[in-house]
Structures are given as C-alpha cells and as structure tokens.
C-alpha cells in the first residue's frame, strides 16, 4: 500500500528513486579505477609497490607500476558493477564478484616461504597467459 507521501508525489508527476547502494550515503566512497589499470592486487594488508616478490611477478606478466591497482577486499565491494579487470587474490580463497582473470595463491608472507605455492601461482599465470598477454599469439 503506498504511503499519502508516495501518493502525492506521484500525483504531482515527481519520480521516486531508490538507491542502488545506500551505504554510499554512510560514509562509504566510490572507488574509480584508473584507465590504464591491468591488475587488481587484492589482499587484507596490500603489499607495498617496492616489494621484490610482487616486482617479479608483475616482470613475469610484463606490467608496469601504474598497471597495477592495490585494494582491500572493502573497496573491491565499492567498485562500479561493471568492471572488468584481471585479479590476483592475495591470501583471499574466495572468488571476487568481478568479471576477469582471478589468480590466488596464500599471502605474502607466507608465498615468500612456500615454494610450491609459487609454482602454482606460476601455473596460474601460464594457464591464463591469453587473458595478461592479449596480443601474443
């Protein structure tokens, strides 16, 4: 049943609209993501540009710096519903909602010590090599 106020309003031909995310209005902000943005790189504690594991892995998918985009699983939530880019889960087990490549593997601290789990984040990256590489062939 509508409301007298929903009545009126609609009699005076003014448009009601309900958010899509109100806890925009909570005090959550919006996070755009840069245009030249290639990988996402999301983990609880996001490692820091100068990290020499993370340097060599993004070497190995042939990206620069600027490519590279550092969120907290709450700002992934914050991202427009449409965007499409390739993800690298640190220590995260569940898939993102985004559309796009998702690479896993465990934390950082604990990917510095663990061999195998290196390997596997290579096989990941051999396996998805068309999604980072679009114009090798």
């Given at each position: ?46 490692p ?9 892995v ?17 700002q ?35 990917l510095?010590?663990?061999a ?10 051999c396996?998805?090599?068309q999604?980072f ?5």
């Open positions: 049943m509508a409301s007298r106020r929903d009545t009126l309003l609609q009699q005076l031909g003014i448009t009601q609209w309900t958010l899509r995310r109100p806890a925009a209005l909570q005090g959550e902000v919006a996070v755009s993501l840069p245009a030249e943005t290639k990988l996402l790189i999301v983990a609880d504690v996001p820091a540009e100068d990290d020499p594991l993370v340097r060599d993004l070497r190995s998918l042939a990206l620069a710096e600027p490519q590279v985009y550092r969120l907290t699983p709450e992934v939530t914050m991202l427009p519903e449409d965007t499409r880019c390739n993800i690298w889960r640190l220590g995260l087990s569940e898939p993102l909602t985004l559309a796009g490549t998702q690479l896993s593997s465990p934390a950082l601290a604990e510095y010590q663990d195998s789990a290196k390997r596997a984040l290579w096989q990941q990256i396996e998805n090599e999604h590489y679009p114009d090798a062939r």
